[in-house]
């Protein structure tokens, strides 16, 4: 079996919904991204045998081929587009590893888009008004939605509002810092003429700490520690390890998708990571990088406290190093392959040493976590 390798990883900046791309659709985020990759990896002489993108809300009509078409890839390279909610993106990445392991494909551009901005709005057949989302799980199961859900976590796990606070305020500061030293430069295409992340911006805890609650009466969830629904595309180059040509770049060691109690489905990282360390024998303890998706400060620190790390104290340059969802957006079927272009630049452009490990993972509506663990070549 051949061994997947990430070997070039790109995005666009994230805007909120409404803004930034306002009227840029899920597709042409994509395209500039996949053009960008192919160009990243021009010097490996690979056709692309797939492009393989996530997508929670679109148009429909295979995002990932109409954005390959777009990029300019010819009409011979097909493409699929994956649907594991908030997990597309890095679900999408782990089958294109799947497809290079098995031999069948050489070069997989796996990635995910989203424009909040331009999603339909959707009518049942007799209805005269659109319905907000369509079920995560059929009727006799659980089916919050996310921000009660993610209140409810937070409750479960014993997750209070100063914590919830505190966290998305060194979210923020982390992203503005991250975005002031350019460590965002080298991984964004420009979309547009825009070529930084609209959102990240610093935010004082008493202003934090004024935030009504938002998705349930007296909770502890607020817009602050919230990540806004957004528009955005992330991508990466998937080739044997065998034809990397001395490229650096992110062996993909393992992954899991699982399910778990759709009633809490902020919890699905934790049965998905402990499926990937039961399987390689690795502990938390020898990860360098980990980059969750921050869909919510409840479910983030739910989730980290049950794998063991402390991204308020000790881990706080482990977990999420430059900030995440909360501070840049959640651009949903994007976010999971923008973690993994996170842990690109954290590890690859930041001359990581080779052996050195990074754990990417994110929680799914209905109940899913999916979970890959890297490491540096």
Not at 250 to 260: E, H, K, M, N, P
Request: aromatic share 4%; net charge neutral; with cysteine.
């Amino acid at each position: 079996m051949d061994t997947p390798v990430v070997v070039a990883a790109r995005r666009t900046a994230i805007g909120t919904a409404g803004h930034a791309f306002k009227g840029v659709g899920a597709d042409r985020l994509a395209s500039p991204v996949i053009a960008a990759l192919v160009r990243d990896v021009a010097g490996l002489g690979l056709p692309v045998d797939d492009v393989v993108l996530g997508n929670c809300m679109g148009p429909g009509g295979n995002l990932a081929r109409v954005s390959a078409l777009g990029a300019g890839l010819g009409h011979g390279v097909p493409g699929v587009t994956v649907d594991r909610q908030c997990g597309s993106g890095l679900a999408a990445v782990l089958i294109a590893g799947q497809a290079v392991r098995s031999g069948d494909m050489e070069l997989v551009v796996a990635g995910g888009a989203e424009s909040a901005s331009t999603a339909p709005l959707r009518t049942r057949r007799g209805a005269t008004e659109p319905y907000g989302r369509a079920p995560f799980a059929p009727d006799g199961h659980p089916d919050p939605d996310m921000g009660a859900a993610a209140e409810a976590l937070g409750v479960a796990k014993g997750v209070d509002r100063d914590r919830q606070d505190r966290y998305a305020e060194a979210s923020q500061a982390k992203a503005v810092a991250a975005r002031e030293a350019g460590r965002f430069a080298a991984e964004i295409v420009a979309v547009e003429g825009r070529d930084s992340d609209q959102r990240p911006r610093l935010l004082r805890p008493g202003s934090l700490a004024r935030l009504p609650s938002a998705f349930v009466p007296g909770g502890a969830v607020t817009a602050g520690n919230s990540a806004p629904n957004s528009d955005g595309a992330a991508a990466v180059a998937v080739v044997p390890e065998r034809l990397r040509a001395g490229l650096p770049g992110l062996r993909l060691v393992a992954g899991a998708v699982t399910g778990c109690d759709p009633a809490l489905p902020g919890w699905g990282p934790v049965p998905a990571v402990w499926r990937v360390l039961d399987r390689t024998g690795v502990t938390t303890g020898r990860i360098a990088a980990v980059e969750i998706v921050e869909a919510f400060a409840a479910q983030t620190l739910a989730v980290t406290d049950a794998l063991g790390l402390d991204p308020l104290g000790a881990d706080a340059e482990r977990v999420c190093a430059d900030g995440g969802a909360l501070a840049l957006g959640h651009p949903w079927g994007a976010s999971g392959a923008v973690v993994v272009t996170r842990l690109f630049t954290r590890l690859v452009r930041a001359g990581a040493p080779a052996g050195t490990l990074g754990l990417a993972t994110a929680a799914v509506g209905g109940g899913l976590g999916v979970a890959a663990l890297f490491e540096v070549v």
